[in-house]
């Protein structure tokens, strides 16, 4: 017999553990595919809409009429450099752009570089023109026209004008701390992963110490069989890897569709189709993952050379911990206070199946009971040889609870805040072409509506903030509200100067989102300087209060004080009817702008869509976390089945000393739910902490907005239950085992502990 046939014969007896080691590999590898790929779609539309339209212009009608085929036509006959832009969806989800590459051969993006749509078009997001208005037909898309940045307005026929473009708000720092969040997400899934691959792999090695004891025996070479160990686990990864990324893809493709709905609702950016990335990435990493995963304890000799023995490790740790508590407090980078939650993981994850161990081995020298004291033993020896399947689920557990704290708390705030801007019972988008104030005359003049102040007028645009000597201007939203009154004095505010709705209303000063806030570093009582168009203006600041609806800086002010040269985004009414049908309210409407049709939702809808988007935005989190907390429930499942089979003659000893077979299994029973009790003990401070990690500190820097810190004990009871079940699984399966009557030899290595 060879020597790697002789080696590989280990996998011919026990093809269950081969089976568990490469089903390890390719659900961890699916696992960090998925979020690697759906991150790299988001990252290539941020980056894509961002190049595409940089400082581009779009020609419009100067009558508010859409613009047509019959328009493009018109203006390529006039010697203008146009091209048609026509953004759709899918049915398979995602978004495409059509553009036409024979207009576009006069464009040049800004730097003089190739336009990304220009010549021949290799794939997504850009398509045909014609591919995408067949999709248009049915979704009712406008065409845009892009006109090339060598045209004025005096180059423009009749009946048109030149209107800035894009697909959305510039994403800035948010949109790098976003892709950060994931990435950061990415990480954590791959360090779980890892060491999950690697605790299935060990518990592999331990059983075949016997023979590789018996191969240096007959002369073979550590060395040698260090190295076939290393093509063995290249060849299973090389083999389970790839139907690992594919997994992971298609994992991608069925998450994408809400992931993309989340996206658009954060950045208001469409995640464009085919931007995922190539497999060499994910096989790259996959296959370095496993490599070191596997083959780590090459390395031990040197790093135990350089920590110089178990104290000074200990010490080390510790220091690592205490180092990561203190940076999460201090830093305010991004980058930075990752790094920091990822040294607290590290120490804690290393802390604690010592810790386990060491109490159970206090435990075991105090307890006078002999079967608690075995018990103690043994739980001792589970923690250290399960040491890594037990931190993964540790990992795990945290991560969870973290996640479903953040989730929940920013559910029922988001869900109060909502409520608080959605205080009205309708709302009428105001007609481009029509008269805003003959509306307020009219609605002033109504019965049920004037003396109740249950309506107003929302006035929406954009302003700039003036930049200092080495800062750059500041575009910021304007939210105009007039007149103010009880659908908007019972939002909540963070801070505030006395009577501040009051001095709203009487054009006294302006209120200011938190997200600017914490951005401009702007106080109540402070001076703001804003710049509509050409004029500037000085305004008190009022008042801060929380804006969940979107990450850009905003300001709240009334109407009254707008400039008259204010361009004006987007109008609507607020109104509660009360004793008036809104039918009334619209068909008055209606007369006074001469039959102008209106668009109205009420605010049953506005909450759907907005609780829809707010759902999508945490889908991906959710889902790699339960699928996470699923793969290390599996593994540590694997892993003390497994691991229990090696032991089980000794086990075995209890029925041999007198127990029946009831009272042993009643034993593992204990052993197995105390050891999972345990690790989610260790795991609920850790999850504790990390929720306030992302309620203080990641959120207010990746997003500008704060969350109230909330602990809920439901959760702590869910994850009590969880280890419960895991720990009750890992006996049943010890059990079965005890019923074999066959009973292995004794030695008296073993009776003394030498196998322990």
Not at 116 to 121: A, F, K
Not at 193 to 215: E, H, I, P
Not at 417 to 434: C, F, G, I, N, T
Not at 511 to 538: K, P, W
């Amino acid at each position: 017999m060879t020597l790697p046939a002789a080696l590989f014969s280990h996998y011919r007896r026990h093809p269950l553990q081969l089976l568990a080691l490469a089903a390890m590999i390719v659900l961890a590898t699916m696992l960090w595919t998925g979020v690697h790929h759906l991150t790299s779609q988001a990252r290539a539309s941020l980056d894509q809409s961002e190049s595409a339209v940089a400082e581009r212009q779009q020609v419009a009608r100067t009558d508010g009429s859409p613009v047509t085929v019959d328009d493009f036509v018109e203006l390529r006959r006039a010697g203008l450099c146009v091209m048609p832009w026509l953004e759709v969806s899918e049915p398979e989800g995602g978004r495409v752009v059509g553009v036409d590459p024979l207009a576009a051969g006069c464009f040049q993006t800004p730097g003089g570089q190739e336009s990304p749509w220009g010549g021949e078009l290799n794939g997504r997001p850009f398509v045909d023109i014609s591919e995408a208005a067949e999709l248009a037909r049915e979704q009712g898309s406008e065409l845009s026209l892009l006109v090339s940045d060598d045209h004025s307005k005096g180059d423009l026929p009749p009946g048109y004008q030149l209107v800035p473009f894009s697909v959305g708000p510039a994403t800035g720092e948010l949109g790098d701390s976003f892709l950060l969040n994931l990435d950061a997400l990415g990480v954590l899934v791959l360090l779980i992963t890892a060491l999950l691959v690697r605790s299935v792999y060990l518990l592999g090695l331990a059983q075949r110490r016997d023979s590789f004891a018996l191969l240096h025996r007959f002369g073979v070479p550590h060395g040698r069989v260090n190295r076939l160990l290393v093509v063995e686990i290249l060849l299973l990864a090389a083999v389970c890897v790839l139907p690992g990324i594919w997994l992971g893809r298609w994992l991608a493709a069925g998450l994408g569709s809400g992931f993309g709905q989340a996206l658009e609702g954060l950045f208001d950016q469409p995640l464009y189709a085919g931007q995922g990335g190539s497999w060499l990435v994910p096989l790259v990493t996959m296959m370095a993952v496993i490599l070191v995963a596997c083959l780590a304890d090459f390395l031990r000799p040197i790093f135990r050379g350089l920590m110089g023995g178990n104290r000074r490790y200990g010490c080390l740790v510790l220091l690592v911990l205490i180092a990561g508590l203190a940076l999460t407090v201090w830093v305010t980078d991004l980058l930075w206070l990752f790094i920091a939650v990822a040294m607290v993981f590290v120490a804690a994850g290393i802390l604690a199946p010592r810790l386990i161990a060491s109490l159970a081995d206090w435990r075991s020298g105090h307890d006078r009971d002999l079967q608690a004291r075995w018990r103690h033993q043994e739980l001792a020896v589970l923690a250290r040889r399960l040491a890594l399947p037990l931190v993964a689920l540790q990992f795990a557990m945290a991560m969870g609870l973290a996640v479903q704290a953040l989730v929940t708390t920013f559910e029922s705030t988001f869900d109060r805040w909502l409520a608080q801007r959605l205080e009205a019972d309708y709302y009428v988008e105001v007609p481009e072409s029509a008269d805003a104030a003959l509306a307020l005359d009219w609605l002033a003049e109504q019965p049920g509506l004037s003396a109740s102040g249950l309506w107003h007028r929302v006035i929406r645009g954009r302003a700039t903030l003036p930049g200092g000597e080495d800062e750059e201007e500041t575009r910021v939203d304007v939210f105009a509200i007039g007149p103010v009154g009880p659908l908007v004095t019972g939002w909540e505010l963070f801070e505030s100067a006395p009577q501040p709705w009051q001095r709203l209303q009487q054009g006294q000063g302006v209120m200011v989102n938190e997200q600017l806030a914490r951005r401009q570093d702007i106080a109540v009582g402070q001076t703001l300087t804003v710049l509509f168009g050409s004029q500037s203006f000085e305004f008190h600041v009022l008042a801060i209060y929380p804006d969940y609806g979107r990450p850009a800086g905003e300001i709240l002010i009334h109407p009254s004080v707008l400039p008259a040269e204010f361009e004006t985004g987007f109008q609507s009414l607020s109104v509660s009817p009360g004793n008036l049908s809104i039918e009334a309210v619209t068909d008055g409407l209606k007369g006074v702008w001469q039959g102008e049709a209106l668009t109205g939702r009420d605010n049953r809808a506005i909450e759907e869509l907005a609780s829809a988007i707010f759902d999508q935005t945490f889908l991906l989190t959710r889902a790699m976390t339960t699928l996470t907390l699923i793969l290390s429930a599996i593994a540590l499942l694997m892993m003390g089945w497994v691991f229990f089979s090696t032991r089980a003659w000794y086990f075995r000893l209890l029925v041999v000393w007198g127990l029946s077979r009831r009272q042993a299994s009643a034993q593992l029973v204990r052993l197995s739910v105390s050891l999972t009790g345990a690790i989610a003990l260790l795991a609920l401070p850790l999850g504790v902490w990390l929720t306030w990690v992302l309620v203080h500190r990641i959120n207010p820097i990746a997003f500008g907005w704060s969350l109230p810190m909330a602990v809920y004990p439901g959760f702590w009871l869910e994850l009590g239950v969880l280890s419960m079940l895991i720990g009750l699984s890992i006996a049943l399966l010890m059990s079965r085992q005890l019923k074999s009557p066959t009973v292995a030899p004794v030695n008296a290595n073993a009776l003394a502990g030498g196998e322990r």
